[in-house]
């Protein structure tokens, strides 16, 4: 007869728990997400500039909420003379659709991201996410 058995197995899956989400915690530190929307008003929406920390991979978002016309996401990368280049686009989407399309950061390089609509009645947004 067993009196003084210890209870190691709620400890160990405990444990587990804890190293997992730490895990998955520090794969999504630091990032930062910026959005842009269009709302009926005008074609062409930008976020915040932000400056990349680290080579790393990041995304864009874009999604068309209107009706009868099409949006396109970009995420543009800021640069002093020339005009700014397109490091990733989702390209021309129909109403109701979305898309989300990866790039390569560069560190200490400049971001922004941009919906642009159609018509000014387009409706949808952007997320830039920068690692």
Do not use: H
Not at 7 to 29: C, N, P, Q, W
Not at 81 to 98: E, K
């Amino acid at each position: 007869m067993l009196i003084n058995k210890k209870r190691t197995d709620k400890k160990k899956v405990l444990s587990a728990f804890l190293v997992i989400g730490l895990i998955l915690g520090s794969s999504t530190v630091g990032a930062a997400t910026y959005t842009a929307n269009l709302n009926g008003s005008s074609n062409n929406a930008k976020t915040t500039t932000v400056t990349a920390k680290g080579n790393k991979s990041s995304s864009i978002y874009a999604t068309n909420s209107g009706a009868n016309t099409t949006t396109q996401g970009n995420a543009k990368r800021k640069v002093t003379i020339l005009p700014d280049s397109t490091v990733a686009s989702t390209g021309w989407m129909n109403p109701g659709s979305s898309k989300t399309v990866g790039f390569k950061q560069q560190d200490g390089k400049k971001y922004y991201g941009q919906i642009v609509g159609q018509t000014k009645n387009a409706r949808g947004g952007v997320r830039l996410t920068i690692n």
